[in-house]
């Protein structure tokens, strides 16, 4: 497939299969339950306890696996849910104007400007305590702070697609609003959905562990990297030499993070054909010798030798070069 | 013979590197003369354009230039363009080599008048020249394409399309440039504008001195305003020579193949042929001459060795030029490629 050929694209995919997997099969996988008692407390890691143990003797390696399922589940679920809020909210006030746009703009900015985890710590509070355990309604509440910003880029994406001709002359032939929103300017702005999609689970991702970290949901159910996080920072673990009990958490998260922006880059290449420069890579120019990319209005020059310009299919053969 | 003032050798372009890049100029040679109007010709896709804009260095990404000089004979001698950096190549434009773009008239920025866009280039150029002296020359330069000087005033949404490409035309010629390279700079318009801009660039050319490289897509225009034309095939120049020798003696099948397709005003009617088939792929292009799969007179040798373009064998001492085995020794070319001048009668005399 030509997606995978970008390099971007293919770390990043590999990455985040990795922590599906994990998500997935982690919890299987790990040896014993988070919170269960198997060791002595503050080991280092050994072939026991390949992360070592926490201050109360559970096993860190464990907590990890099963750390992953509930993350990755409320970073993707809200960044569905609050890219399609910001999808019909954005695309309808840029779509249908005036007042509805008025109104749609308001209520963006006003949740632009509220301070998110604040916000959601307040909501979490008012929450019966039975339903704090759940991840669905976790996801839910984070993207009602998540969509604002999508909802702001897609509404003025869509201010300057509905003046094209081809949107008027839908309009003009007699098809319906509908019909218009969703076959001519929604796919126009396909890039900047998948942006906003990846760029919202980041955000949910953040937002989760930041939650869990300062106690604000149920710390031990469901369990998670943010957790081990909590616990770890509450039990004085950077004091006690227990150092892979946040280390393993905090990096993950920073992968996982790293996954998404390198997946947002490479959709945004795949979709844009302008940045896909067809073939001009970076890598090409750098085996040309040109080490940059060309800038506009000074074309390269890229002379082959007379060995070279024998056989001008093969590539490898460029030796010498002028800027 | 005027001294040369641009000399393009053995061009030739890419688009990406790699397995995957696209020739799409392979080769080419030709020089600009002072004075001249050279006539570049071709079907869309032929290379035209890219040859044009990789002598000038403004290809874009993915164009790559992989070999040949194209060497300026500019105020401080003769110039590889190839072996500038964009500083030298940056204070070369427009005061000596300038460009008409086929949409130029939409590169006028909306919310300046005219006049203001084209006293902006004699304020960075021409230090010297006081407010009222740019505005006389702005004035001018608008009255050499046939605008009068109260358009100064105007903002590019109040001229016709027509005017804005004469706007542009006058701008390009603002700091009186030796090369004038134009590329398809009359093709929005109507046959009338064109005819207008046209007459006025062969009065300014007079005037001025300035050489024109002149692309188009339309061989009959190149005919009446060109002085030689070379005509572009697969990314290759396949002839080159006197405007009127191409059209009453063309010594390449497919410039034949050009010339037979557009119909004469007078004279009986006949059933126009054109050329069978379409242009090739330039990723998959055909062995030997590109053209053989096209051409009425092919024979077996075609499919297996490129021509390439050389003095006809049986005229040497003519200028010009074919790329055609037919047309070089120990080939018989056929006879509608070996006349010598009489081809006003056959297809009646249109111009």
Redesign the interface.
């Known amino acids: 497939m030509r997606i995978l050929r970008n390099r971007k694209t293919l770390v990043g995919l590999i990455l985040l299969a990795v922590f599906v997997f994990v998500g997935v099969f982690g919890p299987t996988l790990a040896p014993y339950p988070p919170l269960e008692l198997v060791g002595k407390p503050w080991e280092s890691p050994s072939s026991a306890h390949w992360f070592g143990t926490t201050q109360e003797g559970y096993d860190v390696w464990s907590q990890f696996l099963n750390g992953a399922r509930s993350i990755l589940i409320v970073s993707f679920l809200s960044g569905v849910i609050a890219t399609a809020l910001s999808v019909i909210i954005g695309v309808a006030a840029g779509y249908f104007g005036g007042l509805a746009d008025n109104f749609l703009s308001m209520l963006a900015n006003i949740f632009l400007v509220l301070p998110a985890l604040p916000f959601l710590i307040v909501i979490n509070s008012y929450l019966p305590a039975g339903n704090k355990a759940s991840t669905a309604l976790m996801a839910a509440i984070i993207s009602v702070t998540g969509w604002a910003w999508g909802a702001r880029v897609l509404r003025s994406q869509t201010l300057s697609l509905r003046k094209r001709d081809f949107v008027d002359a839908s309009g003009i032939i007699g098809e319906r609003a509908w019909r218009i929103i969703l076959f001519e300017i929604v796919p126009n702005l396909v890039p900047v959905i998948a942006a906003s999609f990846l760029f919202t689970t980041l955000y949910a991702m953040g937002t989760y562990v930041a939650l869990t970290f300062v106690g604000a949901v149920d710390v031990n159910s469901p369990w998670s990297w943010g957790s081990m996080l909590f616990w770890s920072q509450s039990d004085q673990a950077a004091e006690s030499g227990g150092w892979v009990w946040f280390a393993a958490p905090g990096i993950a998260v920073a992968l996982l993070g790293t996954a998404l922006a390198l997946l947002n880059f490479g959709i945004d290449e795949f979709i844009n054909p302008r940045l896909r420069?067809?073939?001009?890579?970076r890598k090409?120019?750098r085996?040309?010798g040109l080490g940059r990319?060309?800038?506009?209005?000074?074309?390269?020059?890229?002379?082959?030798t007379a060995a070279a310009?024998a056989a001008?299919?093969d590539?490898t053969v460029i030796v010498e070069e002028?800027? | 013979m005027n001294a040369p003032v641009l000399e393009i050798s053995d061009l030739s372009v890419d688009y990406g590197f790699g397995p995957d890049a696209v020739h799409a100029v392979a080769d080419a040679t030709l020089t600009l003369r002072s004075g001249e109007v050279l006539g570049l010709a071709g079907e869309s896709g032929s290379g035209k354009s890219t040859l044009a804009y990789a002598v000038t260095r403004l290809l874009r990404e993915p164009g790559v230039i992989t070999g040949g000089s194209a060497v300026f004979h500019g105020d401080d001698g003769p110039r590889d363009l190839f072996e500038m950096d964009g500083e030298e190549i940056r204070a070369l434009r427009w005061s000596q080599i300038s460009v008409v773009f086929q949409s130029a008239m939409n590169s006028l920025n909306p919310v300046f008048t005219v006049g203001n866009q084209l006293t902006d280039v004699l304020r960075a150029h021409r230090r010297g020249m006081s407010r009222s002296e740019r505005r006389a020359r702005a004035a001018e330069l608008l009255d050499m394409v046939g605008i009068t000087e109260d358009r100064l005033r105007s903002f590019p949404h109040e001229l016709s399309g027509g005017m804005r490409q004469r706007v542009m035309i006058a701008m390009a010629l603002a700091l009186e440039p030796r090369v004038l390279v134009m590329d398809e700079p009359t093709t929005a318009l109507d046959v009338v504008t064109q005819r207008e801009i046209l007459q006025e660039l062969g009065g300014l050319r007079e005037r001025l001195g300035f050489a024109v490289l002149f692309i188009t897509h339309d061989l009959s225009l190149l005919v009446e305003l060109a002085d030689s034309i070379a005509v572009m095939y697969a990314g290759r120049i396949v002839e080159h020579a006197p405007a009127e020798a191409l059209f009453r003696t063309p010594r390449h099948p497919y410039t034949e193949g050009l010339l037979n397709s557009f119909p004469a005003l007078h004279g009986e009617r006949v059933v126009m042929t054109g050329i069978p088939g379409s242009p090739p792929d330039l990723r998959g292009l055909p062995a030997g001459c590109s053209f053989n799969p096209r051409c009425a007179h092919a024979v077996d040798a075609c499919k297996e060795t490129a021509p390439r373009l050389l003095p006809i064998s049986w005229e040497p001492a003519e200028p010009r030029r074919a790329a055609c085995l037919l047309q070089t020794d120990g080939f018989q070319a056929p006879a509608s490629l070996t006349r010598t001048g009489l081809r006003a009668e056959e297809i009646g005399s249109t111009r």
């Open positions: 420069a067809a073939g001009l890579t090409g120019l085996q040309a990319r060309s800038t506009l209005g000074l074309t390269p020059v890229v002379r082959r310009a001008p299919a590539p002028t800027v």
